[in-house]
Nanobody
């Protein structure tokens, strides 16, 4: 059984930065795709970023490209989401997810097998 635990959320002012972490237990991230999604109140869950663990390839939603960076630490079995130049519209609960095997649509939440509980990010002055 895979468990994903996110951390690093909080309250930050517009223009600020946060780094989210997602630690896995029960199974390594080898041969997987790690995704970050977010859900704002009253909105559907949306894709933010993804990383292929083995190849290190990354994908980003247009709304965060150039501001967010996804990375990994093999030794810690942890994936990160560095968020810079945060905007109020980035406010949401952020979730990490993992898919083992081939992913056909990186941005589809339905492709992912396991999910964390989420961490709240609030961008406000």
């Amino acid at each position: 059984q895979v468990q994903l635990v996110e951390s690093g959320g909080g309250l930050v002012q517009p223009g600020g930065s946060l780094r989210l972490s997602c630690a896995a237990s029960g199974r390594t991230f080898s041969n997987s795709v790690m995704g970050w999604f977010r859900q704002a109140p009253g909105k559907e869950r949306e894709f933010v970023a993804a990383l292929s663990w083995s190849g290190g390839y990354t994908w980003y939603a247009g709304s965060v490209k150039g501001r967010f960076t996804v990375s990994r630490d093999n030794a810690k079995n942890t994936v990160y989401l560095q968020m810079n130049s945060l905007k109020p519209e980035d406010t949401a609960v952020y979730y990490c997810a993992v898919r083992y095997g081939i992913v056909r649509t990186i941005s589809s939440q339905y492709e992912y097998d396991y999910w964390g509980e989420g961490t709240q990010v609030t961008v406000s002055s």
